[in-house]
């Protein structure tokens, strides 16, 4: 079964700063996705950005971009020019490509200070 | 245009009261997908429909939890005779299909509903 691990309960980041959140996932497949997702108090899961295990060029949304490493199974989301709108949980979800579910880690909480 | 819609927001029960759940998909989406999300958990995958067909159901947790989709649309994750462990956010997810590897859909979620067993 995949499985997929956030490290980080808990960031903080000053306003217009960069910050790095990390995850790590198991799997033995070749084909799937990977997901970052944000959920604000309201509870409401919004897709910030996704990466196909196929492509080698790491995914980028304005200021938010992925670190890939295939082999090391590692997904780490930097986020740029923090915003106090940013501060939320994150969690980084896992789908495969032969499955409909996504299986998720169990999230880092990010704070965005002045 | 609507997002995905859930009620109740909030639901309070008492152990051993069935409770139901309903979602309201995006209209046109064919997958349907229900999570539950412990306090301080990332969500947990519980089932999942392909229109009124209940394609995977390895996620429910015990023969208590029953979700159907008779007509391809709404939803309703049913509970019979709660316990305390099930307090929790119930999401839902709908997305336009769901094809397998090579096509990605996105899946949209709901606001959830906070289930609180007493």
């Known amino acids: 079964a995949q499985t997929v691990t956030q490290s980080q309960p808990e960031m903080s980041v000053q306003e217009a700063e960069t910050v790095t959140l990390s995850c790590t996932y198991d799997?033995?497949?070749?084909?799937?996705?990977l997901f970052w997702y944000k959920q604000p108090p309201s509870r409401q899961m919004i897709l910030v950005i996704r990466q196909e295990a196929y492509k080698q060029q790491n995914a980028t949304e304005n200021r938010f971009s992925v670190n890939f490493q295939k082999a090391a199974k590692s997904f780490s989301l930097k986020i740029s020019d923090s915003q106090l709108g940013d501060a939320a949980m994150y969690f980084c979800?896992?789908?495969?490509?032969?499955?409909?579910?996504?299986?998720f880690g169990t999230g880092t909480r990010l704070q965005v200070t002045l | 245009g609507a997002g995905v819609s859930q009620s109740p927001r909030y639901k309070v029960a008492k152990r051993g009261q069935d409770v139901a759940l309903r979602c309201d998909p995006i209209?046109?989406?064919?997958?349907l997908f229900w999570y539950q999300q412990a306090l301080g958990q990332g969500p947990e995958f519980l089932t999942y429909?392909?229109?009124?067909?209940?394609?995977?159901k390895s996620g429910l947790p015990s023969d208590r939890f029953f979700a159907e989709r008779p007509e391809g649309s709404v939803s309703t994750l049913k509970i019979q005779r709660t316990q305390q462990e099930d307090s929790a956010v119930y999401l839902c997810?709908?997305?336009?299909?769901?094809?397998?590897?090579?096509?990605?859909?996105?899946?949209?979620f709901g606001p959830g509903t906070r289930l609180t067993v007493t």
């Open positions: 799997t033995s497949e070749s084909d799937y996705y």
């Open positions: 429909f392909q229109n009124e067909a209940q394609l995977d």
């Open positions: 979800a896992y789908k495969s490509g032969t499955a409909s579910k996504l299986t």
């Open positions: 209209s046109g989406h064919v997958s």
């Open positions: 997810a709908s997305s336009l299909r769901e094809i397998g590897a090579l096509v990605y859909y996105e899946q949209y």
